[in-house]
């Protein structure tokens, strides 16, 4: 069939930097710490609404490894159980955000020009905001919360998956096969569902892994802003916006929760370009 593609083109990629697979497999532990943290808290750390004012902004040490804050709660049990609500945002809007950019990817290739011009203006206008900015957009209409920061973080993700996918299922229906299943006269949409979405829904998966970091970099900076969690519910970002007024009396308050951000996110980051070096080169 003239002007059909039987297979994905082959780009010679330039030698870049490698992620070495000692750094990978470091990451990968260290994200899967912070996942059994968020996963089962309660195995790992105690209450972390435990008040004690005898022992108000005491150092590190003893029963305490992370010290207490100003009310004397046990600051590792607070970073602990914050794993979980830091990754439910993170991991939560980033699978939402895949999957509406998915769906919106795909109709937009399928549909048609006049559906394809509309749902790429509709995401150049959200991609015109800087991610985080669209999020606070979105929480100052729905309020803080939980689910509303993860509908935010949603909102703000989405467009980026919604091009990407749209543009490999440009590239997809060139192949000979799905020509072939449409001039068939097969139902879009069974073609879409059969043929398209598996070559190019996969590939997203390490799009997906990296964009967690940026996801939980954007919650826990709506949360610093006070418009994160409610204030009973530990989290990572309030836990550092809370430190600032205790940083001459107790400076390690704003340490932990500060490096438990920073050691999540690069841990994904770097597992992330781990397995974008395996996809590209692909099996030996």
């Known amino acids: 069939m003239t002007g059909a593609v039987d297979a994905p083109e082959v780009v010679r990629r330039r030698p870049g930097r490698r992620v070495p697979p000692l ?33 108000a902004l005491h150092a590190p040490g003893g029963a305490h490894p992370f010290g207490t804050d100003w009310l004397g ?19 939560g809007s980033t699978v939402l955000a895949c999957v509406t950019g998915a769906v919106w990817g795909l109709v937009a290739a399928l549909g048609g020009r006049v559906v394809d011009q509309i749902a790429m203006r509709v995401a150049d206008v959200f991609l015109s905001f800087p991610a985080i900015l669209m ?24 467009p980026g998956f919604a091009r990407i996918v749209r543009i490999r299922t ?34 997203i998966g390490v799009l997906v892994v990296i964009n967690i970091g940026t996801a939980i970099i954007i919650g826990s900076s709506l949360s610093f802003l006070g418009l994160g969690p ?4 530990p989290d990572w970002g ?9 940083l001459s009396a107790a400076w390690t308050l704003a340490v932990f929760p500060g490096l438990a951000v920073t050691a999540t996110v690069l841990s994904i980051s770097v597992l992330g370009r781990g397995l974008r070096v395996r996809t590209e080169e692909g099996p030996r």
């Open 135 to 158: 999020a606070l957009l979105v929480v100052a209409v729905l309020g803080p919360g939980t689910v509303n920061v993860t509908i935010a973080v949603t909102v703000a993700l989405a």
């Open 170 to 203: 440009h590239l997809v229906r060139q192949f000979a096969y799905v020509r072939a299943a449409l001039d068939q006269g097969i139902a879009p949409w069974r073609v879409a569902w059969r043929h398209i979405a598996p070559n190019v829904l996969l590939p």
């Open 73 to 91: 709660r046990d600051v590792y049990a607070r970073v602990v159980h914050g794993a979980r609500t830091t990754l439910l945002i993170g991991i």
């Open 238 to 246: 309030s836990m550092l916006a809370q430190s600032r007024n205790y």
């Open 23 to 55: 750094g990978t497999a470091v990451a990968g532990i260290v994200f899967a710490a912070i996942l059994v943290a968020a996963v089962a808290p309660g195995l790992l750390a105690g209450s972390p609404d435990a008040i004690d004012p005898a022992v």
């Open 230 to 233: 409610e204030n009973a519910v």
